[in-house]
């Protein structure tokens, strides 16, 4: 007990050299913190009975502490789930032009409410309603927080204490805490359902429309496919309905696409064109799903509509901030030239990637997983595997591509989450996905130019193991 006198003061740790830098880049006051917290905690394990550290020892761990405090909380990771608009860990990828111009909005005052023709004040939307309504056909757009916002906004401007019509196959929920009866319920909104779940007709929305009916609503179901006896209303004979009995149509579209999927060879997705062409009043979209850009939710349509929308005082609280309209401007201008989308916007890349090229990735790091995996006694292979666009688009389509896997030998299942677990504990936390008595890491998200930084840290990942 007596050797606690010889634990070093404060103020000798912290004049150490080994602090020195620390303190540098931290400040004192944060180190000093630190170094009080690693005595203490010293003291304690000392009077337990632990020997006497070395000063060094105390040093390391000063240094560990104030290094695992100041890490930022938002961490970038590897997504290698498989899924590549990954809600979770922040749905689309930007492109390098994106991410310049939210640096250009942030580092300098930048004309977001100012109009630089008249110097008169200027509104925000207008920075990127020119382009929605070139992309979309629409005649005029509103930028919210997200599609949850412009789908709330929506209803509480055009149908609060009035009823909206939904078919029952589109309640749907969409992960987290997005359902449609609730949303439509905090809007102020009345729910009328009509139809069934597998089927719906136009005699079944005609028959539910009255004066209290304020919009007929189309969701887009985007997160799960019913089959089988199916029936649903084309957006044309709903919009033409609606538009007879004198109320709007509108379509929540979720991820909405702003081109035609097909044409590189992924499944067909719906557009805000199509819904506006079919004659829908107003249509409402993801910016950070198939679109590529940052989280936001668009609403273009009719010019009246859109208005109101904009007067209504939520539409304050639900708006972007120059960042966002910064990125949005600088992604939805990709799609201009939609020849070179594939190339120039991450998401789209990392969807029409083709399965050759991830394979070969996978090839030149297999050495490296093989001797990672040894040490943990599991068998490391590659297998191919489908990923999944994910955020609620296309949930049956899947996506040919390959994996790192991982098996263990025998049945030891729970070595392969003592695996998943050091994975994520990496510098650059790698995300995998366990099915089947498998380890996945799907590849296709792995960026070329980070796969040198990938392998070095699956060396460190050798050290360790079961
Ligand atoms: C994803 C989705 C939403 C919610 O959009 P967020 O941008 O996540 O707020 C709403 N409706 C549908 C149909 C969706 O797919």
């Known amino acids: 007990m007596s050797e606690l006198k010889n634990l070093p003061s404060v103020d000798r740790l912290l004049s150490e050299p080994a602090l020195q830098s620390p303190i540098a880049e931290h400040g004192r006051s944060v180190v000093t913190d630190f170094a009080r917290a690693e005595l203490a905690f010293t003291r304690e394990a000392v009077k337990g009975g632990a020997a006497l550290p070395a000063t060094s020892e105390l040093l390391a ?49 930048c004309a977001l409410e100012y109009d630089l023709e008249t110097g008169g004040r200027g509104d925000r939307d207008d920075l990127v309603e020119g382009l929605l309504r070139e992309l979309t056909g629409a005649e005029a757009a509103t930028v919210v927080n997200n599609n ?102 509108v379509v929540d579209l979720g991820s909405g696409t702003l081109v035609n999927l097909e044409q590189w060879g992924l499944p067909h997705e719906p557009t805000p064109r199509d819904s506006i062409d079919a004659g829908a009043d107003l249509v409402t979209f993801s910016g950070d799903k198939l679109l590529g850009g940052p989280q936001a939710g668009l609403l273009v349509g009719r010019r009246e509509l859109i208005a109101k929308i904009k007067k209504n005082p939520l539409k304050r609280a639900l708006r972007v901030g120059k960042l966002t309209l910064a990125a949005l401007e600088a992604t939805l201008a990709l799609y201009r030239d939609s020849e ?66 991982a098996r263990p030998r025998g049945k030891r299942a729970g070595v392969l989450h003592q695996l998943e677990e050091a994975l994520r504990r990496l510098p650059v936390p790698v995300i995998g996905h366990i099915a089947d008595d498998a380890l996945r890491l799907d590849l296709r998200c792995l960026p070329p130019d980070l796969e040198i930084e990938f392998a070095a840290q699956l060396s460190a990942l050798s050290g360790l193991g079961a």
């Open 340 to 405: 070179r989308l594939p190339q120039r916007l991450e998401a789209l890349r990392l969807l029409t990637r083709p399965e050759a090229e991830i394979r070969a990735q996978a090839e030149r790091l297999l050495p490296a997983w093989q001797a990672a995996s040894a040490n943990w006694r599991l068998d490391a292979a590659i297998e191919p595997t489908l990923s999944q666009i994910g955020s609620g688009s296309l949930p049956v389509d899947r996506l040919p591509s390959v994996a790192l896997v």
């Open 148 to 249: 949850a916002a412009a789908v709330f906004l929506l209803l509480n401007t055009l149908a609060q204490k009035k009823e909206v019509v939904v078919s029952r196959g589109e309640l749907v929920e969409i992960g987290g805490a997005f359902r449609v009866p609730d949303i439509m319920r905090r809007a102020g909104a009345k729910l009328v359902e009509v139809g069934t779940t597998n089927r719906t007709h136009l005699r079944d929305f005609d028959e539910t429309l009255g004066p209290k009916t304020g919009l007929v609503m189309k969701v887009h179901t985007s997160n799960y496919a019913v089959h089988g006896f199916t029936a649903a209303v084309p957006e044309a004979e709903l919009a033409q309905l609606a538009h007879a009995r004198g109320v709007p149509f």
């Open 61 to 109: 761990g000063i240094q560990r502490r104030v290094a695992a405090h100041m890490r930022p909380r938002l961490q970038p990771v590897f997504n290698l789930t498989g899924t590549v608009l990954h809600t979770n860990l922040g749905r689309a990828v930007l492109p390098e032009s994106v991410v310049e111009a939210i640096a250009r909005a942030a580092r300098a005052p």
